[in-house]
């Protein structure tokens, strides 16, 4: 049974930087693509960033390019996001992601079909 477990989430203040960790298990081999997206109280789930295993090309949403760093551990078949520069807008619960299919969704919830719990990320101003 394919599992993802997020890490890293907490209480930061405005400008501040967090590490969230996704790690998976129950699957010996890579999935395609692995991401993470967020979602706010009263807002629908919205993509943050995707990476395709196989190519390495990475995706961002806007509201986050150049602030947030997607990447991964091949061996451990693991997703981090680094996010600097934190702003209250950024407050929401992080989920990761895989697709375990060829998608062209890479920003899109609808491409992706294993999720974890989420961890709550708080930024205050």
């Known amino acids: 049974q394919v599992q993802l477990k997020e890490s890293g989430g907490g209480l930061v203040q405005a400008g501040e930087s967090l590490r969230l960790s996704c790690a998976t298990s129950g699957r010996s081999f890579s999935f395609y693509a692995m991401g993470w997206f967020r979602q706010a109280p009263g807002r629908e789930r919205e993509f943050v960033s995707s990476?395709?295993?196989?190519?390495?090309?990475?995706y961002y949403a806007d509201s986050v390019k150049d602030r947030f760093t997607i990447s991964r551990d091949s061996a451990e078949n693991s997703v981090y996001v680094q996010m600097n520069s934190l702003n209250a807008e950024d407050t929401a619960v992080y989920y990761c992601?895989?697709?375990?299919?060829?998608?062209?969704?890479?920003?899109?919830?609808?491409?992706?079909?294993?999720w974890g719990q989420g961890t709550q990320v708080t930024v205050s101003s």
């Open positions: 992601a895989a697709a375990s299919f060829p998608t062209t969704y890479y920003n899109h919830p609808d491409g992706f079909d294993y």
């Open positions: 990476f395709i295993w196989n190519t390495g090309r990475t």
